[in-house]
């Protein structure tokens, strides 16, 4: 019996090879990027005429909570005082509340996840207005919302405010122009 010598051919890529390697780098690469760019933009990006901030990156700083001063807030967080913002984020409980000239509601990152580190801080609420010359806007938006994320559209002030008996009620204050649910 004689045997014949195969020629040596190469291992085929087959397609369940090719899905494995894609997923798993589309699973790696997914994170890169998104740390990549949180990391590049600082948490501001350009969108249009407006700039979106990572809300958690705007709060995550040390502030004190009695004698805080705008000072105190960093400098690229100051620096957006007066602009037009995109915040992305939940309605902290409670809603809103009506007061002499507009409706009121604060805005956290993420109701959930907000002050693992200890109670809440001011500075992770940004103290958002509605004026009632545009209670339209929360009228639209009532109608869509059921809960969860939202998208707000306004002017950033970065004011530490405090009130009668000295105590901070604020340091970013938003005058909603818009607002959706996502």
């Not at 798993?24 to 350009?46: H, K, N, V």
């Not at 000239?101 to 109701?111: A, K, M, R, T």
Request: net charge neutral; hydrophobic share 40%.
């Amino acid at each position: 019996m004689t045997t014949t010598a195969q020629p040596y051919s190469a291992p085929r890529i087959n397609f369940r090879i090719l899905a494995f390697v894609g997923i798993f780098g589309l699973l790696l690469a997914l994170p890169i990027y998104w740390w990549l760019e949180a990391e590049i933009t600082g948490g501001i990006r350009q969108r249009g005429e407006f700039l979106e901030v990572d809300l958690k990156a705007m709060s995550s700083f040390t502030f004190d909570q009695n004698f805080g001063k705008v000072d105190d807030v960093p400098e690229k967080w100051r620096n957006l005082n007066g602009k037009r913002v995109i915040l992305h984020g939940e309605m902290a409980p409670g809603g809103t509340s009506v007061r002499g000239d507009g409706q009121y509601f604060q805005l956290v990152y993420s109701v959930e996840k907000c002050c693992f580190s200890g109670p809440p801080q001011i500075q992770h609420f940004i103290q958002a207005s509605i004026p009632f010359d545009r209670l339209k806007i929360l009228e639209a938006f009532a109608q869509r919302y059921r809960g969860g994320p939202i998208e707000v559209r306004g002017t950033l002030r970065v004011d530490v405010q405090r009130d009668e008996s000295e105590k901070i009620t604020g340091v970013y204050h938003l005058d909603v122009e818009d607002m959706k649910p996502l």
